[in-house]
Each structure stands twice: as C-alpha cells, then as structure tokens.
C-alpha cells in the first residue's frame, strides 16, 4: 500500500524490514493491570516488541494506550501482578521516573516535552548537560554535538533559538531528533537495541515531515533499534509499522502483520465493529443559499489579502501546506490574532473591520472558534468539564446576583450525554479525560451557543475513528439546521468527508478551489502539492520560514 501520490508517498513497510531473529524482545509485558479508584484503565495487556521493529499502538480514546505508556515512563506504578522484561531481562515494577533511560528507553510525548523557555541547543543536549558528575560544561563541544545531531537528521535550525520562537513543526521534529539521540548516545557501545516510544508524533508535521520522520524510524530499526509507534493515523501506522497491537476498553483486543492486514480489519479491531461508512461528500447544488459571511481582503503574517465567501449552512474547508497561510484564517476573523487588514460582513449587515475585530466581539456577533491547540489555546485542563464548557457564557447562569450551579450541572450533564463524552461526570476535571473526550467538551461547549459562523482548526486532530464521525456528524446535522462552518485542516481525508467545498492555500494565497464531486482525499492532497508549481518560486527573502527552514 501507499499513503499519499507522487514522490513524497510513504510507501508501506518492506518484508525484509521485519524484526531480527534469535534476540529476544527489547520489551515484553505480561498481564500489565492499571485501575483508578473503580475504574479499569487497563485490564491484563500483554505484547512484545522485537529487536529492529517498527511495532504499532493502536486504539479509541481511553483505551489504555496513554496510561501503558505512563507505566513505562514511571508516572504511574501497575496493580500487582504485572510484569515487564527488557532485553530479556525482568524488571522489578513499579519504575520510578528516569529509569526508563537506563534501560534504553526514550519517549516523544504529545506534548513533546520541551522546556519553551530554553534555546534549541539546551533542549536537544538538556540530559547530558543536566547528567550527575559534571563539573562544567564545554558549551564549544555541546554546540558541535548539537549542530551535528541536526545535520544527521536534516534539520536546519538556529541552535541558539529558543524553542517557544520555533513553529509548531519544528518543535516536533526537534523532540523527535532529541529521542533518538537520548537512546543512541545512552546505549553507545553497549550492543543493546534500545527502544524508541513516538506517542502521536506527526500530527503537526506536513507530508514532507512526515516522510522526514518515516525516514529517521526506518534507518533506527535497520540498525537494531526498535520503535513503538502511537497514532490515531491508521494510514500511517500501516505505511510504517511491522505489526500492530489493538487496545480497546483496556485490553488488547488483537495484532496483526501489518502486510497482511487490510485497513478495514484494523478499524474493525478498534471500535469492536465493522464502522459503517460515513456519508459521502455533498455533491454541488444548484439551488441558491443566502449568503451567510463575507470576508473581503483579510491579512496576516503569512496570509496575503484574500476574500472568502460562505453561504448559510455551508461546510467550507481550507487546506495547504504546513505554513500556507490556511491556518491563520480562522483566528485572523475571530480576533484571536489580529489581523493587518480585511473586513467580515454577517448576513448582510454593515462590514466589520477585523484589525479591530477581539474575540469577545466575535462572540457577541455569533462567532464561536474552536482552536487546533486543545491543551494550550482551546481548554483549560485545570477546570472542570463544567466550567469548560459554559466560560463563554457563565453570565446566563445568574439569578439575581447568585449563579444557579444545579442548573449549569444540568445542563452541563445533557451537553456531555448529547456529545458522548465519557466519563459524562461535570464536576471531573478536563485533564482527567482521553484527548478525544475533552475534544467532545470544547466543541460541545460551541455548538451549544447554535453560532452562525463556526471556525474550526483541526477539530479532529489526536482523535479515534469513532469520535471522528460522532465529531463529523454533529457538524452536519448543525449546518441542516443552517450553521456555516469554516473548516481548517490538513486532514485531506476528513475535508473530503464533510465538506461542500475546498479552498487550496499556496505561500499565503488562495490557489485552487474544490467543488462537489472534486472534493476526495485524492484530489485535495493532489491539489496541496501541485498548488506550489503553479505559484513561481519565491525569493528566499520572500519564503515563509517553515520553508527556509
């Protein structure tokens, strides 16, 4: 199989790239338990990873595959009985935080562990600078190492540049850079293979990126090492992957030979059944819709003046290139970021200058946005799912100067059985739920406001197959009801899902628009790429910085 066309398609495993024989696995689980209070997080997983295998994690939201990778991290200790070998070795559990490098182990988390505040250099080299028994550092000797580990991996980056100033891009391949470093420079002469664990690692990577990273988990296991590789992206983890572990409800609900399995029978081993079809893309219509927005001559920093329009109860998706310029649409018209020029016009009425445009006039003009940055920018991890869900508006709550708590619990709890969140408890705080169920709250909490202009950017970004249409669902039966929703995503496959149409962003520009039956992952990804050759080169002073980087 193949993800993607042309010369940039991640091509699937090779048989010959198949683990090493006669070693014993880098890692095996036995019977590993975890429960919280009542509640089973995972309930007996077993599974091995071999020597020189790419070894896939795969599952639904709170399946078990983050609290797993937790005991393997050392942040949380396994319900006796469970059991771990490395190398062939037993391993005494519960590990306590750090030992995970001693045996060879090294994470790229979600959050990718980066410290914003220090430079590239410090972060790439933070465990041999903050290693026990130095006396001083040889910052000459550090910068070599680091500018060399960058070089290796193809990665052109001011070492001096602190991280918080690197895009979201760059940031991700430099935690994964650090990863492989970690376990090459721990295990040096030692002949172990060492074990690289990548907990969704790509979802703010380009196609370009991604094949950067399938190159770098390629040339780790041909060498010994092995990988487990977490995503939601099953394209992916077929494209990359030896074999292939299903977590459901805690449990391993089943592995596969990557090269022998179909992508139907991987979906089937996640939600425990065949996932019927989701509706196909609304072809064009002829009839007329009343235009619902009108923006004119918006601009940003990597955004040219352009205008879109959108008509009531319309899907409008936008797409490109890491760096294009899509991305900004959405918070440039909210006010999230203020943009240099432009105008909006709601259903008719006068224009609105958005270099004035703030997110509370926004709101007050029946603008919702739902940021791609879920723990950062969208929820506020440390408050409950109740408070998340009604800080735009915990105003309507009050009754004579007092808030009604019984009423926000309500309908707080209606919100969360309407939007299938679970655990559905209000007052359980949103950094205790799976990505995908705290990505449930946030869009509930804006739908629930019935705008008339919904922005999203990457609204199913780190979610399961099953939330994925609930999310997808939701958006359609909201634009029936007359919604218009602005869509941005570098998901080719879940614009072609839901959109009516699809505008094609290039260096800042709008380059090519997508209509009914147009609109397929084929032809969305298609039209990303060829987009570019129809823009000219730019001037290397005039190039965005992810692509001079």
Aim: glycine share 10%; hydrophobic share 40%.
């Amino acid at each position: 199989m193949s993800f993607g066309d042309g010369e940039g398609a991640l091509t699937a495993r090779s048989e010959g790239s198949a683990s090493r024989t006669g070693l014993p696995p880098v890692l095996r689980l036995r019977n590993v338990a975890k429960t919280f209070g009542g509640a089973v997080a995972l309930g007996g997983v077993s599974l091995d990873v071999a020597a020189g295998e790419v070894h896939g994690l795969l599952g639904k939201n709170g399946s078990g595959k983050s609290t797993l990778v937790k005991i393997l991290a050392g942040f949380h200790a396994p319900d006796p009985g469970s059991s771990m070998e490395v190398d062939g070795q037993p391993v005494a559990l519960p590990l306590k935080p750090g030992d995970f490098r001693r045996l060879g182990m090294s994470f790229v988390h979600q959050n990718l562990g980066l410290i914003p505040s220090l430079t590239v250099l410090e972060n790439l080299r933070l465990s041999a600078l903050t290693s026990p028994g130095r006396a001083w550092i040889d910052w000459k000797a550090e910068r070599s190492a680091a500018r060399e580990a960058l070089e290796t991996f193809g990665l052109r980056l001011d070492i001096l540049e602190r991280v918080d100033r690197l895009s979201p891009v760059n940031r991700a391949l430099l935690a994964i850079v650090r990863a492989f470093e970690d376990i090459r420079s721990g295990l040096e002469g030692s002949g172990r293979p060492g074990l690289v664990l990548l907990d969704e690692p790509t979802p703010f990577l380009p196609r370009e990126g991604v094949e950067k990273l399938f190159g770098l988990v390629r040339s780790i296991s041909d060498r010994g090492s092995s990988v487990v590789f977490i995503s939601h992206d099953i394209d992916e983890v077929m494209a990359i992957t030896d074999r292939v572990t299903v977590l459901r409800d805690g449990h391993v609900a089943g592995s596969l030979v990557t090269k022998d399995a179909s992508h139907d029978a991987v979906v089937q081993l996640i939600v425990g059944r065949e996932l019927a079809r989701s509706a196909p893309a609304r072809t064009a219509r002829k009839v007329e819709r009343p235009v619902r927005a009108v923006i004119e001559g918006v601009e940003g920093p990597r955004l040219a003046p352009c205008s879109v329009t959108i008509a009531q109860g319309e899907i409008l998706g936008l797409t490109g290139l890491i760096g294009s310029g899509y991305e900004e649409l959405a918070y440039l018209v909210f006010g999230a970021t203020r943009a240099a020029g432009g105008t909006l016009a709601l259903d008719g009425a006068e224009p609105l200058e958005l270099p004035a445009m703030t997110p509370r006039r926004a709101i007050d003009r029946g603008l919702a946005l739902l940021p791609g940055d879920r723990q950062n920018a969208s929820g506020v991890d440390s408050l409950s799912l109740l408070d998340n869900m009604f800080l735009p508006d915990v105003d309507r709550f009050f009754r004579r100067g007092l808030l009604d708590h019984r009423a926000m619990r309500q309908e707080a709890e209606a919100l969360g059985k309407a939007f299938e969140v679970r655990p559905n408890d209000p007052i359980q705080k949103l950094s205790a739920l799976s990505g995908g169920n705290a990505q449930k709250v946030l869009i509930a909490r804006w739908m629930n406001r019935k705008p008339s202009l919904l922005l999203l950017d990457e609204p199913t970004q780190g979610v399961d197959v099953g939330t994925r249409q609930q999310i997808f669902a939701a958006l359609r039966a909201a634009a029936a009801d007359g919604m218009s929703v602005i869509c941005a995503s570098s998901d080719a496959e879940q614009l072609a899902e839901i959109c009516d149409r699809v505008l094609i962003f290039a260096r800042g520009r709008i380059v090519k628009e997508l209509v009914g039956a147009e609109i397929t992952k084929d032809r969305i990804a298609e039209a990303t790429y060829a987009s570019l050759d129809g823009m000219g080169a730019l001037p290397p002073d005039e190039r965005p910085e992810d692509e001079m980087q």
